[in-house]
């Protein structure tokens, strides 16, 4: 067999058969899992170790099964004797093995294009994996470790999204009237006028302890903790309405934009659909469907509050049903500001009354006989849930907290959580009622 091993290598790696043979011979006197784990080693992708290409799901679990192939070798008590000699042999290696790697020596110029979304996450997400391997290697085959341009986008996709609040901020402003009442003041009066739920609502808003979540699936946590959380217009697909054409026109008429201008915008700067969750300990109750995902993602809010919308009910069910979205002449007929979320209040409050379910609940605010009597709005409900935008990209910085609904994190997606310092919930026996988790044999 281990002459099967060096031959192949010998093939693999275009050199003189017997020079080949000679010095994979003494690798493998060593130990033969050297010779495994080296014929991996110089397979890299060179245009990937250089970030020249952004790798993929293949790219990374290549160098992951290196690197665990690695560890596991440096675990083994015998492999402290072996070391030395591994040593004396790199230059032997290197002559073989690298022979035509002096690609590896050129570094990566300055781009002439700029990132696509993800790319520059992921090729520094490489770069994060092959400074691990190189701490198992030894120091005359370790791989350059590339300094890549940083990705301007990083801060023009949300300082556009801000930009883009405060002109949605100026439109509803000049609506407001629209609501039934001449300013923001005068409606949360009457809000507080409702009764005990209506003031209660009014606080949870005001103080910002209501929360915002996101759902996703937990086979996305591989490429969240590398790139984040993305739009359709990024992933090519969604658990909702996959229609590319239908979102563009639905948003642009919601951001009262021009189609083909929106239509053009960074894909990063669009909205991600999210939901309010109840306050932490409130005897109020989540309602949201579990089809976008069994892992639940609650962000800060002092990280997305100025690039974060509303609408009062479903968007895309609300713009297809009752509005073509010509003409903007009511305020709900916007993605509103987050400076004005009280304004969700009215479409919650019989739920939250009801059955505490902070939930729109597929019904038109019931309203008469109160204090907002008056409340106006052009469009109906058309949702169970009170959803919410989130524009200009977000990341795993941004989340606070992480409740799994069926699997515990683990592995790289686990570390990257406990880096961060986000709490991590199990919310196996309900979306209500998490509790505090730790890694089992970690102290709580």
Same mark, same amino acid.
Not at 37 to 59: I, M, N, R
Not at 167 to 181: I, M, P, S, W
């Given at each position: 067999?281990?002459?099967?091993?060096?031959?192949?290598?010998?093939?693999?790696?275009?050199?003189?058969?017997?020079?080949?043979?000679?010095?994979?011979?003494?690798?493998?006197?060593?130990?033969?899992?050297?010779?495994?784990?080296?014929?991996?080693?110089?397979?890299?992708?060179?245009?990937?170790?250089?970030?020249?290409?952004?790798?993929?799901?293949?790219?990374?679990?290549?160098?992951?099964? $290196?690197?665990?192939?690695?560890?596991? /070798?440096? @675990? +083994? =008590?015998?492999?402290?004797? #072996?070391?030395?000699?591994?040593?004396? !042999?790199?230059?032997?290696?290197?002559?073989?093995?690298?022979?035509?790697?002096?690609?590896?020596?050129?570094?990566?110029?300055?781009?002439?294009?700029?990132?696509?979304?993800?790319?520059?996450?992921?090729?520094?997400?490489?770069?994060?994996?092959?400074?691990?391997?190189?701490?198992?290697?030894?120091?005359? $085959?370790?791989?350059?470790?590339?300094? /890549?341009? @940083? +990705? =301007?986008?990083?801060?023009? #996709?949300?300082?556009?999204?801000?930009? !883009?609040?405060?002109?949605?901020?100026?439109?509803?402003?000049?609506?407001?009237?629209?609501?039934?009442?001449?300013?923001?003041?005068?409606?949360?009066?009457?809000?507080?006028?409702?009764?005990?739920?209506?003031?209660?609502?009014?606080?949870?808003?005001?103080?910002?302890?209501?929360?915002?979540?996101?759902?996703?699936?937990?086979?996305?946590?591989?490429?969240?903790?590398?790139t984040g959380f993305h739009n359709q217009f990024v992933t090519k697909s969604s658990n909702g309405a996959n229609d590319?054409?239908?979102?563009?026109?639905?948003?642009?008429?919601?951001?009262?934009?021009?189609?083909?201008?929106?239509?053009?915008?960074?894909?990063?700067?669009?909205?991600?659909?999210?939901?309010?969750?109840?306050?932490?300990?409130?005897?109020?109750?989540?309602?949201?469907?579990?089809?976008?995902?069994?892992?639940?993602?609650?962000?800060?809010?002092?990280?997305?509050?100025?690039?974060?919308?509303?609408?009062?009910?479903?968007?895309?069910?609300?713009?297809?049903?009752?509005?073509?979205?010509?003409?903007?002449?009511?305020?709900?007929?916007?993605?509103?500001?987050?400076?004005?979320?009280?304004?969700?209040?009215?479409?919650?409050?019989?739920?939250?009354?009801?059955?505490?379910?902070?939930?729109?609940?597929?019904?038109?605010?019931?309203?008469?006989?109160?204090?907002?009597?008056?409340?106006?709005?052009?469009?109906?409900?058309?949702?169970?849930?009170?959803?919410?935008?989130?524009?200009?990209?977000?990341?795993?910085?941004?989340?606070?907290?992480?409740?799994?609904?069926?699997?515990?994190?683990?592995?790289?997606?686990?570390?990257?959580?406990?880096?961060?310092?986000?709490?991590?919930?199990?919310?196996?026996?309900?979306?209500?009622?998490?509790?505090?988790?730790?890694?089992?044999?970690?102290?709580?």
């Amino acid at each position: 067999m281990r002459t099967v091993i060096l031959a192949l290598l010998a093939a693999w790696f275009a050199v003189p058969p017997v020079l080949a043979c000679e010095v994979f011979e003494k690798l493998a006197a060593l130990d033969v899992r050297l010779t495994h784990a080296y014929h991996k080693a110089v397979a890299l992708p060179a245009d990937v170790v250089l970030g020249k290409k952004k790798p993929g799901w293949q790219e990374f679990a290549n160098i992951a099964d $290196l690197i665990s192939d690695l560890e596991s /070798l440096r @675990k +083994d =008590p015998n492999f402290a004797a #072996v070391e030395p000699k591994l040593k004396e !042999l790199v230059p032997e290696l290197r002559g073989v093995a690298l022979q035509d790697r002096g690609e590896y020596e050129t570094p990566p110029g300055k781009r002439s294009t700029p990132y696509a979304p993800t790319e520059y996450e992921l090729l520094h997400a490489y770069q994060r994996q092959l400074a691990k391997l190189n701490g198992l290697l030894p120091v005359g $085959l370790r791989y350059p470790i590339v300094k /890549l341009p @940083k +990705d =301007p986008r990083l801060t023009e #996709v949300p300082e556009a999204a801000r930009k !883009l609040m405060r002109e949605q901020e100026e439109r509803v402003a000049k609506l407001f009237d629209t609501t039934g009442f001449a300013d923001h003041a005068e409606f949360e009066k009457a809000v507080a006028a409702l009764g005990p739920e209506g003031e209660a609502l009014l606080k949870a808003f005001q103080d910002e302890t209501v929360r915002i979540a996101i759902r996703r699936p937990n086979r996305g946590r591989f490429w969240i903790e590398k790139t984040g959380f993305h739009n359709q217009f990024v992933t090519k697909s969604s658990n909702g309405a996959n229609d590319n054409d239908l979102r563009n026109k639905c948003e642009s008429a919601y951001t009262a934009m021009p189609k083909d201008e929106y239509a053009a915008l960074d894909p990063e700067l669009k909205p991600q659909y999210a939901y309010v969750k109840p306050p932490e300990g409130s005897e109020w109750k989540e309602n949201i469907a579990s089809q976008y995902g069994d892992d639940i993602y609650i962000f800060k809010l002092a990280s997305i509050s100025d690039r974060l919308t509303f609408t009062p009910g479903d968007s895309l069910n609300r713009f297809g049903s009752r509005w073509s979205g010509e003409t903007v002449t009511s305020w709900d007929h916007l993605m509103i500001p987050w400076k004005y979320r009280s304004l969700m209040i009215p479409f919650v409050w019989n739920k939250v009354r009801g059955s505490q379910q902070l939930a729109v609940g597929y019904q038109d605010p019931q309203l008469s006989g109160t204090s907002l009597k008056d409340f106006k709005y052009a469009k109906g409900v058309q949702s169970d849930y009170t959803e919410v935008q989130i524009f200009g990209g977000l990341r795993l910085n941004d989340v606070a907290e992480f409740h799994f609904t069926e699997k515990a994190p683990e592995g790289d997606f686990l570390k990257s959580l406990q880096e961060r310092g986000i709490k991590i919930f199990d919310a196996s026996g309900g979306v209500n009622k998490p509790t505090p988790w730790t890694p089992p044999g970690a102290t709580p």
